[in-house]
């Protein structure tokens, strides 16, 4: 992903964030038992810290040369999000547990994500000093 796409991303999640966290909260505390709750505040949870991340990689890599890793750290996050927060919002707004299943391929692509991000940076710091 692009930095300018990262940066878009990540704030489209968290508006998404803070509906999907108001309507949890507010729409479904009278549909949803405690421990469901808890779980959709997870996904909530994973949502704001994952599109903190995509922001952060957004504005961090905006100055930088565009480097492979970085794109795929943003991929990797974007998608995690996706799979881990949207198939336990899905599995609780349908009832369908199945859908738990997708959540660890989530997961790992946070994993992934981050640990693209860290590998990058000494490839872009090389390139900084160079230019």
């Known amino acids: 992903m692009t930095p300018g796409l990262c940066l878009r991303s990540g704030l489209v999640l968290l508006l998404c964030g803070v509906i999907l966290g108001a309507f949890g909260a507010h729409g479904l505390a009278q549909y949803l038992a405690s421990a469901q709750l808890e779980v959709w505040q997870t996904a909530t949870d994973y949502l704001f810290y994952h599109a903190?991340?995509?922001?952060?990689?957004?504005i961090w890599s905006e100055p930088k040369t565009p480097h492979r890793l970085l794109k795929l750290s943003g991929l990797c996050l974007f998608v995690g999000i996706l799979l881990f927060s949207g198939s336990l919002y899905l599995m609780l707004l349908t009832g369908v547990r199945q859908l738990a299943m997708i959540?660890?391929?989530g997961g790992t692509l946070f994993i992934l994500g981050w640990l693209a991000w860290l590998?990058?940076?000494?490839a872009v710091k090389q390139e900084e000093n160079a230019g």
């Open 52 to 58: 903190l991340g995509l922001l952060g990689l957004g």
């Open 103 to 105: 959540t660890p391929v």
């Open 119 to 122: 590998l990058a940076l000494p």
